[in-house]
């Protein structure tokens, strides 16, 4: 299988290392193809809207919709080091990044 890949891999840059003009043409088409692509994304900032559309979730949705909750961002203070014990750190970085 290894030896297939490499084959493979190998005959791509053989096909290419002649014909530079075309890679350069296929890189410039991929990028230009993403850039389009990602300009038509859309981002949703209704977190409800992934939810079913389903009787028994609507209520779930209503209360999602009228919570002031929704207006909160919610922020996890952590250690790298999960076996240091100074909780009074972690105080003190979270007083200081609210204010």
Known sequence: MSILMQQFFSNIYSFFRQRKWLLY????????????????????????????K????????????HSKFMDKLVVMVSLKDINAVAPDSLVLFADSFVQ
Not at 30 to 46: G, M, N, R, T, V
Not at 58 to 63: A, D, I, M, Q, S
């Open 54 to 65: 389903d009787p028994k979730v609507e209520k779930l949705n209503e209360v999602f919709q």
């Open 25 to 52: 043409s296929c890189f410039t088409a991929f990028i230009l193809l993403s850039a389009f692509f990602a300009s038509k994304l859309k981002f949703e900032e209704d977190i409800s809207r992934i939810l079913p």
